[in-house]
Nanobody, 127 residues
């Protein structure tokens, strides 16, 4: 059974940093797409970042405009994990953050493309 487990959320002040982690078990996601989405109360789940496999033994990071330049996605094949370094956090970043993964190497921005999801971790940014 595939499981994605997120950690690293919390309550921080605006301008602070957090690093989210997501570790997969049950199958390897090396050379596969893994990413992050978020969902704020009353809103739809939205794309944050994805690390796509580019067939050159590395991953390409793609970001939502709202987090470009502040968030960085990274991967660890050895740990079967994906990370999200979040800097200069803003109150509008407050949401539940979900890790997503799929056996395909490259995916886009729609949540329906992803087959596997974590349970989510809460990030709250106070002003």
């Amino acid at each position: 059974q595939v499981q994605l487990v997120e950690s690293g959320g919390g309550l921080v002040q605006a301008g602070a940093s957090l690093k989210l982690s997501c570790t997969a078990s049950g199958r390897t996601f090396n050379s596969c797409a893994m990413g992050w989405f978020r969902q704020a109360p009353g809103k739809e789940r939205e794309f944050v970042a994805i690390a796509n496999w580019n067939r050159g033994r590395t991953y390409d990071g793609v970001y939502a405009d709202s987090v470009q330049g502040r968030f960085t996605i990274s991967r660890s094949d050895a740990k079967n994990a994906v990370y999200l370094q979040m800097n200069s956090l803003k109150p509008e970043d407050t949401a539940v953050y979900y890790c997503a993964a799929d056996p395909r190497p490259r995916l886009g921005y729609s949540p329906i493309e992803y087959n596997y999801w974590g349970q989510g971790t809460q990030v709250t940014v106070s002003s």
